[in-house]
């Protein structure tokens, strides 16, 4: 059985932006949810396909939901030859995902978080793929960038840690109220 290009493109479809931001919000689940165990194991052959000749990041989030631990050794390639500690730490955290916690991968994250200079404010989402190593040692490195000159490198740093309560009041500050409760 062979997936057509027409679905697999649908699972990830093609960057139109260089920016990437036509697929800023897109999400791939209902698409998979649909699929047979069949069909979901020839999607996840050819998206370890596609990564192979891609650095398209929803390739590998796409297999991280597939639990794919057959694209691990293509992810494993990607990530040594990868020089940006930025990048790096985001393949690496996709590897972690997938082996459900890797103390190699851990490693590597700790040591790049080490080479990390923001010289831009939206460099912070990187704290998003660091968070996920469950470290307390790369926890406590974030910790260092909350009150960081950046608002958004400090942001994300607050966000991530829920430090002092931070995620919970800023979830509330942008919670939109019902118009119908205008006395709340």
């Known amino acids: 059985m062979e997936i057509n ?4 493109k649908q699972i990830i479809p093609p960057i139109i932006r260089p920016d990437g931001k036509d697929r800023e919000w897109f999400n791939n689940d209902e698409i998979l949810s649909k699929l047979s165990k069949e069909e979901l194991k020839i999607v996840e052959e050819q998206l370890i396909d596609m990564l192979k000749t891609s650095n398209d990041t929803l390739i590998p989030q796409t297999l991280i939901k597939l ?21 790096k730490i985001t393949w690496a955290s996709f590897i972690n995902e997938i082996k459900n916690g890797d103390k190699e991968m851990e490693q590597v994250a700790y040591r790049e978080f080490g080479k990390l200079e923001f010289i831009y404010e939206v460099q912070g989402p990187i704290f998003h793929d660091l968070i996920k190593f469950k470290s307390e040692r790369i926890n406590n490195l974030i910790n260092k960038f909350t009150d960081h000159k950046y608002f958004l490198v400090a942001h994300h740093a607050k966000l991530v840690l829920n430090h002092k309560g931070y995620a919970e009041s800023y979830e509330n500050k942008t919670r939109i109220k019902n118009w119908w409760k205008f006395w709340e």
């Open 5 to 8: 290009e027409k679905l697999l």
């Open 67 to 87: 639990e794919s631990l057959d694209s691990i050794p293509v992810m494993l390639e990607k990530l040594e030859l990868i020089k940006d500690p930025f990048n």
